[in-house]
């Protein structure tokens, strides 16, 4: 067997042949963790379970082991790409608290856990460290059985209930709500803002500005603009903060999301002179303008 990795168990830079000797279920081909192993797995959360959920011994605060035996630390950290619980664990079967998001969905709807994420994670992390028994052998095992279940059966959305090993003890499912956890922080509404773009045209050229050095899409070419702001642009502010004076007609509005506020911007075209503007043929203004400023452009042009 050559050097491979072993995929589908978070272990992906690690070679089979450093694991397989100590994981023979996972088979010399890397194969993904079988079901037995979620269900082996869940024989010892629930026995977990039943002894209460203070932090076992030879854990920290974190869950995390207090020493690693052996050359687990000196190696654990040598392996790239996976966090040192993971490594501690999977590699060496070392009580460590492996929580990622899969562990988390697990345990936000075994406890029904109320606290919404981020701010529930440290619950979370107690939570699980509860189940880890550090006399056991098959720290690996168990934690990749947790991951596994939550990826393949407390999925996102709508879990597998009627196939999941902890459904009896699932006080999420308990209150029929499996679905609705774990919770999370709404996302405050992205801020709208209104602005106004102008192209000026001259002889079939369109002037274009340079923003300035500081700020968003600071000193890059542009079509002229007025400030961006929380409510829309009458046509008499638009007359008065023209780059020029001209008989501006409205050609229509476009829309661009940034990744803090969304924007609306009314685009106005005329024949004007602009000071100290950079004129370009208008079949090739919009080449290296900002996105927000070339979909402007074409909706004047158009």
């Not at 045209?201 to 400030?227: F, H, Y």
Request: charged share 25%.
């Amino acid at each position: 067997m050559g050097r491979r990795s072993v995929p589908n168990v978070h272990l992906a830079p690690i070679e089979v042949a450093r694991i397989a000797p100590r994981h023979p279920a996972l088979g010399v081909e890397g194969e993904q963790v079988k079901p037995a192993m979620v269900e082996q797995g869940a024989d010892t959360v629930m026995a977990g379970k039943d002894r209460g959920h203070g932090l076992p011994r030879g854990l920290d605060a974190d869950g995390q082991p207090q020493r690693c035996m052996g050359q687990g630390p000196a190696v654990m950290h040598g392996l790239p790409g996976q966090p040192d619980a993971q490594r501690a664990a999977i590699a060496f079967d070392q009580p460590a608290n492996v929580v990622d998001g899969n562990v988390e969905r697990v345990m936000a709807r075994l406890f029904a856990i109320e606290t919404p994420l981020p701010a529930a994670k440290t619950e979370i992390r107690r939570r699980a460290a509860g189940f880890i028994d550090p006399m056991s052998d098959r720290h690996g095992d168990w934690a990749q059985a947790l991951m596994d279940l939550g990826a393949t059966v407390c999925r996102p959305g709508v879990p597998d209930c009627e196939a999941c090993p902890l459904a009896q003890g699932c006080a999420a499912r308990a209150a029929g709500t499996p679905g609705r956890y774990p919770l999370k922080v709404r996302k405050a509404a992205r801020p709208h803002r209104h602005g106004v773009v102008w192209i000026a045209l001259r002889e079939g050229a369109v002037a274009l500005v340079r923003r300035p050095d500081k700020g968003l899409l600071g000193g890059m070419m542009a079509l002229p603009t007025s400030d961006w702001r929380d409510r829309p642009w009458s046509l008499s502010e638009m007359r008065a903060c023209a780059p020029a004076k001209a008989d501006w007609h409205l050609a229509g509005s476009v829309e661009h999301v940034f990744t803090h506020f969304s924007l609306t911007l009314d685009v106005y075209v005329g024949e004007a002179e602009v000071p100290g503007a950079e004129w370009r043929l208008a079949s090739d203004a919009g080449t290296g303008l900002p996105t927000v400023f070339a979909k402007a452009l074409q909706r004047g042009l158009a």
